[in-house]
């Protein structure tokens, strides 16, 4: 079997947002400040700085705005700073800040929809339609990610023709993209190409982005069974920081340095620096005390030692 892969792709590094939202340490904002600008340094383009969401809930995000002021003054013409919204609320709060992009979260699974945001999956849909309309009248770029894309913490296996529903949802309220999202890490290959088909029949390829938690040590083989389908961005989270609240025993996306190690072995550029980045998630990892869950940057910080 032979694939075309594609020559470039965007990294959407999710560690200042899916990251640090699952931390039970808070973490200062000079300190997230500080990480998005060694991603940016590193040669990171998209990012998700943070998410509008309700500080009862996730009170890990709830210096949202000040940490949009805090990087307004340093803010970059050539890097697409993204917020997560969920609702009308969060939309008015985000846009004193101008984001360059706004994402709207639902879900495949009917309970893990409940459970995240409160609101059934059609209910979800009717509360970000005016967010999309109002973002797109402002000129800000929408995308929406569905959770649950392969598997539910609450409902198990997640049959594709839901993921089909949601992005044809998504699609019709004005979402530019889709991410497609295994929340909880149990996608295997087949079924995570699966679920990119179902979303395939109503949005085409160059506009499906991959979001992979690698919980079962599987994102980076779902990360090229999605390459093999034409996939051309992915979230990921350097030092594979992250998790959700709402989903319990969720580990950390697939790390950026990973991703980025196994796309430049094969040819294919982000225009990301993988030394500086291996830097920013050290740094990182150092101040939360925690095992740097990167194996290239292990690696390489290994290499260097010896
Ligand atoms: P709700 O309680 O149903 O909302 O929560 P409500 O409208 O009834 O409001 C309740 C209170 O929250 C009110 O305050 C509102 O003002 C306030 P009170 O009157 O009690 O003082 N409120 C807000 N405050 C600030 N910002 C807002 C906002 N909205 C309401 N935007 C809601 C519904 C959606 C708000 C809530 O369920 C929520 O915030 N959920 C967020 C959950 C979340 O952030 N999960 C993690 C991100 S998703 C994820 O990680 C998955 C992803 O990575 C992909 C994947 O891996 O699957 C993207
Ligand atoms: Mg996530």
């Known amino acids: 079997m032979s694939h075309s892969y594609p020559e470039h792709v965007t990294i959407v ?17 000079a300190i997230k400040q500080a990480l998005i600008e060694d991603l940016i ?16 809930w996730v009170p890990q995000m709830g210096d949202n705005s000040e940490l949009m002021t805090a990087l307004a003054d340093t803010r970059r013409d050539d890097v697409i700073y993204s917020v997560l919204v969920p609702n009308m609320r969060g939309f008015d709060n985000a846009i004193v800040h101008n984001p360059d992009e706004i994402v709207i979260f639902g879900s495949a699974s009917e309970t893990f929809s409940q459970k995240n945001i409160n609101c ?17 009248d402002a000129g800000i770029k929408v995308r929406g990610v569905i959770s649950c894309t392969v598997g539910c913490p609450y409902e198990g296996e997640i049959d594709p023709s839901q993921v089909a529903y949601v992005t044809k949802r998504m699609v019709e309220i004005g979402a530019e993209q889709i991410g497609i999202a295994d929340t909880i890490g149990v996608g295997t290959p087949i079924k995570v190409q699966r679920a990119l088909q179902a979303a395939l029949e109503h949005i085409a390829i160059e506009s499906i982005t991959g979001h992979f938690h690698d919980t079962y040590g599987q994102a980076l083989s ?11 961005e992915f979230d990921t989270s350097v030092a594979g920081l992250g998790g959700c609240p709402y989903a319990k025993g969720a580990t950390g996306n697939v790390a950026t340095e990973d991703v980025v190690y196994m796309l430049h072995g094969m040819g294919i550029s982000t225009g990301i620096d993988l030394d500086k980045l291996v830097v920013a998630g050290e740094r990182i990892s150092e101040f939360l005390g925690r095992r740097n869950d990167s194996n290239v940057a292990r690696a390489i910080i290994n290499k260097r030692q010896s």
């Open 120 to 136: 059934s999956i059609d209910e979800s849909i009717e509360r970000f339609a005016p967010v999309a309309a109002a973002a797109l």
């Open 41 to 56: 340094a590193a040669g990171i383009k998209k990012l998700e700085a943070t998410s509008f969401v309700s500080p009862k």
């Open 13 to 29: 590094d999710v560690s200042p947002r899916d990251g640090l939202q699952n931390e039970s340490m808070t973490v200062p904002t």
């Open 222 to 232: 779902n990360t090229l069974a999605a390459l093999q389908l034409g996939v051309s």
